[in-house]
């Protein structure tokens, strides 16, 4: 097989969803850690490499890609078997376009959103964002996926694809704050059903790894403790939710008083 090599930081849920599929389809890739918050993006050969100064970035011999979405393609388009039934790369084109319309998804509406209120904690402190706007858009987008599981068992169709992994690392994320299993009964069963099934995936402990390093990075930056702990209880992630959301709407009460 030829070279590959994967500059990575697995803070990132895009480049967790590339370790994942890496893991799936068995693949030798060699790991270039880059840390995002020492600045490992912007160095000089990092840059010459990718000017996006963006992780994941894929070198395969001579071609460099620098969107997760697009080496998730190109990974299953070079290395999926093709007598592999239920392939996460379809074969039919409309199955594919599928594929396409959810991964454009996760890059324009949910990644998005969730870059949008983490990258808000880090730059000024938990206290300092809008909770009550990002969980309105946050949870529109959860909306959003019930609705795409009405049509299938798996975001893409009936059985899981790229699309679901890369959505998967994301949601996660997202899930540290605004907990699915909150509105399991009524708002998004399909949505925590298929949540469920994701991570027990043989796979998803790369997820899980790189998900935790995260939660510790923003607490770090963001001076606060994320209300959905890893390990809580449904109904006490809850709680500690709407505990949080009270305070944070205090504390910028407090703020504009003094103003």
């Given at each position: 097989m030829s070279k590959l090599a994967l500059y990575y930081d697995d803070v990132s849920p895009p480049v967790r969803s590339c370790m994942m599929l890496i893991k799936l389809l068995d693949l030798d890739v060699e790991y270039k850690y880059v840390d995002l918050f020492k600045g490992g993006q912007l160095e000089k050969s990092f840059?010459?490499?990718?000017?996006?100064?963006?992780?994941?970035?894929?070198?395969?011999?001579?071609?460099?890609?620098?969107?997760?979405?697009i080496i998730l393609t190109h990974l299953c388009e070079k290395f999926e078997k093709d007598d592999k039934d239920d392939k996460l790369w379809p074969l039919n084109y409309e199955e594919r376009i599928r594929v396409w319309n959810m991964l454009f998804f996760e890059g324009t509406v949910l990644f998005r959103r969730d870059s949008e209120f983490l990258s808000g904690i880090v730059r000024g402190g938990f206290a300092s964002v809008d909770l009550t706007l990002h969980e309105r858009k946050l949870l529109e987008a959860y909306n959003m996926m019930e609705?795409?599981?009405?049509?299938?068992?798996?975001?893409?169709?009936?059985?899981?694809?790229?699309?679901?992994?890369?959505?998967?690392?994301?949601?996660?994320t997202v899930n540290l704050m605004f907990p699915i299993a909150a509105g399991a009964a009524d708002r998004w069963p399909l949505l925590n059903d298929w949540f469920?099934?994701?991570?027990?995936?043989?796979?998803?402990?790369?997820?899980?790894?790189?998900?935790?390093?995260?939660?510790?990075?923003?607490?770090?930056?963001?001076?606060?403790?994320?209300?959905?702990?890893?390990?809580?209880?449904?109904?006490?992630?809850?709680?500690?939710?709407?505990?949080?959301?009270?305070?944070a709407n205090a504390e910028c009460q407090a703020k504009a008083a003094e103003k």
């Open positions: 840059l010459e490499l990718n000017p996006n100064h963006t992780v994941p970035t894929l070198v395969h011999d001579n071609l460099v890609i620098t969107d997760s979405h609705t795409y599981l009405r049509r299938h068992k798996y975001m893409a169709g009936d059985h899981m694809t790229i699309a679901d992994i890369s959505i998967v690392t994301t949601l996660s469920g099934r994701m991570q027990a995936l043989p796979v998803y402990h790369i997820n899980q790894t790189g998900l935790e390093k995260l939660c510790v990075v923003i607490e770090r930056f963001g001076k606060f403790k994320f209300p959905n702990s890893i390990n809580a209880a449904p109904e006490e992630k809850q709680h500690q939710k709407d505990v949080a959301i009270e305070e």
